[in-house]
């Protein structure tokens, strides 16, 4: 199965493309019933792997061997890769693409910043001059054999924005991303700019992006939707709860009913990952 060229088919399909963004495999398991394609957000994994905030203290092996776990346990999902600047040296950039393509990733995300980085919907970025970018990004595509390549800006001047976009997509990248984008009419601005190039929004929950559906999304000619945080925030909310009623119960788990989720629950869900459960692909 190629999967860079299945979600590269995905994407050139009429619509929105929703990716999922997991932190983990359980998160990923939970994804895969609901969603054919995922995006491994390097929020996420900063938050799950290390209890960091998304700042640069990913390491790439890590976030290779994290993939690498994902695409034996779900071999048909789209599974798109945040490399944040690419570990900061364009070398290292390359190295960490052709690993991810080897262990079965679909494609990537390569930002603009400059470290200190910072997540894409937070204040006090700041973006590599442009022509350092496009060299690192341009390596980058040379270095790859299909995977797809998304091009990210970080800028925040609204000129800026622009030139940045029309710029990537004047490149070999495959999908544009400008994250952050405060606005529906800024999304018309930056489709306007790339051409016929696909684009890609990502939403999180309290970022500083429009909350918009699918439909309107593809009204709005965006081919890609990431879905950065649903499941980490989601885990937040429910894991404290729980733990606030079995502190107020003195200890004592809530009563199991047919709504639950216990041992079996959890295992038919996880048995499902077994390579020799899969169909052959």
């Not at 938050?47 to 390491?59: K, T």
């Not at 047919?258 to 629950?265: F, H, I, L, R, T």
Request: with cysteine; charged share 25%.
């Amino acid at each position: 199965m190629h999967h860079p060229i299945r979600l590269r088919d995905a994407i050139s399909e009429a619509g929105t493309t929703p990716l999922i963004g997991v932190f983990d495999m359980f998160s990923a398991s939970l994804a895969a019933q609901h969603y054919d394609g995922m995006f491994v957000s390097g929020f996420g994994f900063a938050a799950s792997h290390y209890g960091l905030p998304d700042i640069g203290f990913i390491a790439w092996p890590d976030i290779v061997a994290f993939v690498q776990r994902l695409r034996l346990a779900f071999p048909r999902q789209h599974l798109l890769v945040d490399i944040d600047d690419g570990y900061v040296d364009p070398e290292t950039a390359c190295h960490v693409v052709q690993h991810l393509e080897a262990v079965g990733a679909s494609g990537v995300i390569l930002e603009d910043q400059q470290r200190p980085r910072r997540c894409g919907h937070v204040d006090g970025k700041q973006v590599l001059p442009l022509e350092a970018y496009l060299e690192k990004l341009e390596m980058v595509l040379a270095a790859r054999r299909d995977l797809v390549v998304v091009a990210r800006t970080d800028a925040t001047e609204e000129r800026e924005i622009l030139r940045r976009a029309e710029a990537l997509a004047a490149t070999d990248a495959d999908v544009i991303l400008v994250d952050g984008v405060r606005s529906v009419d800024w999304i018309r601005k930056v489709r306007a700019v790339i051409g016929d190039k696909p684009l890609l929004f990502n939403q999180i929950a309290g970022g500083k992006s429009p909350r918009l559906s699918l439909p309107e999304l593809t009204e709005l000619g965006v081919d890609v939707a990431i879905y950065s945080t649903p499941c980490l925030f989601a885990a937040h909310s429910a894991i404290d709860q729980a733990l606030v009623e079995l502190k107020k119960a003195d200890g004592r788990l809530p009563e199991f009913t047919a709504d639950s989720v216990g041992v079996a629950e959890s295992l038919a869900l996880l048995e499902r990952n077994i390579s020799r459960n899969h169909q052959l692909v």
